[in-house]
């Protein structure tokens, strides 16, 4: 029989503490010799900051105001964001960084292409964070817009129908869902914007005074008329743009027959917006719809109108876009609406301006934007004491500086299609 094994429960028990100890010594030796740190969490990618306010950049005494101009896009999101980020508005994320500009898109989001919902949803988003900047996003219905509102849709995609989940889902959302809410809430069918409407050191009786709205955005400031109406004596008077989808003639203008013309063609397009409520896909203006409501929707209104961009008499369609422009406090008429694929149009050395480069490609067009680009530089003045801003006085002579340019994605090069240049004298406050 083998011999039975010593038992080393003793040895083993008297082992396992000392080993114990030497872990905790070992332990303690390292933690006070290594120096401690408060734990670093991880950094979340921080958002780039928006520009700088407007009172910032007139610190250096200059007004620099950005205006940017943005035609048909027709469905195509990738090629309105290239575009945005081309112009420096939005960065990668499509978040505005554009500090003061204001961009005017000027109709036909839809049909041709799939992504209504989301370009919708894009300009919703990025309106609240350009006013918050200082700047503005200025949205306009086009022709395709006020179509899809009555029920046609022959150029609606099938693809942008099945976004939605179907044609009944779709034309909800276009009269009482969020598409047809904000068409009525955000959306215009013109704006006036003025180049100093943000320059804080114009005297009182010279700034601006924009339309009061219930609405509250910026965005719809600029969708009325200038009050008071523009005056001679005022140097700043017609240091504005016009823009629209189609056109407004001074023929067309003259048929309101009123002295606050934006107000009343912004009001007839809301109107018939409200009355398509009741009357669901008509397919055209509603029976009851007034003479004024059925001249504004016609080739003669500011819809359809393509007279700027076709009349092929230049000292004809001058002579009617300078007198457009004095009947609405204007120096530029700005249009889409008829495509110019080889890229924006320039007439009358710049009084009529044509943006609308078939962006989308269901047409296959440049990837354009309109960009002025206006300031207003003191004078120094020898008899003051110190520069026109920041001082005690302020000088009554500026240079004002106007470029008007066609900008393009890729390597295309910028064109500068109109300048202008003068000495301002502002008059004593």
């Not at 994320?93 to 370009?119: F, M």
């Amino acid at each position: 029989m083998p011999p039975t094994p010593r038992s080393n429960s003793n040895s083993l028990g008297l082992g396992r503490p000392i080993l114990f100890c030497i872990l905790i010594l070992f332990t303690f030796l390292y933690l006070i010799r290594t120096p401690s740190a408060a734990p670093t969490p991880q950094s979340s990618p921080k958002k780039q900051p928006l520009a700088a306010p407007v009172a910032q950049q007139e610190q250096d005494g200059i007004h620099r105001q950005r205006i940017i101009g943005l035609a048909d896009i027709h469905g195509d999101l990738p090629a309105m964001t290239s575009i945005l980020r081309r112009m420096k508005l939005v960065d990668m994320r499509g978040e505005w960084i554009g500090g003061n500009a204001v961009i005017v898109q000027t109709g036909d989001l839809v049909d041709r292409g799939p992504a209504l919902i989301a370009i919708t949803r894009f300009w919703d988003t990025l309106r609240p964070q350009a006013e918050k900047a200082g700047g503005g996003v200025v949205n306009l219905l086009g022709n395709h817009e006020i179509m899809n509102a009555l029920g046609d849709w022959r150029y609606v995609t099938k693809e942008d129908i099945a976004s939605f989940g179907g044609e009944r889902q779709r034309r909800a959302a276009l009269s009482t869902g969020f598409i047809g809410q904000t068409w009525r809430h955000n959306y215009s069918i013109t704006a006036r914007v003025p180049f100093t409407q943000s320059f804080t050191s114009l005297p009182s009786s010279l700034t601006p005074t924009l339309p009061k709205t219930p609405r509250g955005s910026s965005s719809q400031l600029f969708l009325g008329d200038p009050t008071p109406p523009p005056a001679s004596e005022d140097p700043f008077s017609h240091a504005a743009a016009s823009f629209v989808h189609g056109g407004i003639t001074p023929e067309y203008l003259s048929s309101l027959a009123s002295e606050h013309p934006i107000s009343k063609i912004n009001a007839l397009g809301s109107s018939i917006l409200y009355s398509l409520l009741d009357t669901p896909a008509p397919l055209s203006l509603p029976r009851g719809s007034t003479e004024e409501q059925r001249e504004f929707w016609s080739e003669r209104g500011p819809m359809w109108n393509r007279e700027y961009a076709l009349d092929e008499d230049e000292d004809s369609i001058c002579e009617r876009a300078e007198k457009a422009c004095r009947m609405l406090g204007v120096r530029r008429l700005i249009m889409g609406h008829t495509p110019h694929f080889g890229g924006i149009v320039s007439r009358c050395d710049g009084k009529i301006l044509l943006i609308d480069t078939g962006i989308s490609r269901a047409y296959g067009g440049a990837h354009s934007a309109l960009e002025i680009l206006y300031t207003l530089t003191p004078v120094e003045d020898s008899s003051e004491e110190s520069s026109a801003f920041g001082s005690s006085k302020t000088s009554t002579k500026w240079i004002e500086n106007e470029v008007v340019s066609a900008m393009y994605t890729g390597d295309r090069e910028t064109v500068v299609l109109a300048t202008s240049e003068r000495e301002v004298e502002i008059p004593a406050a």
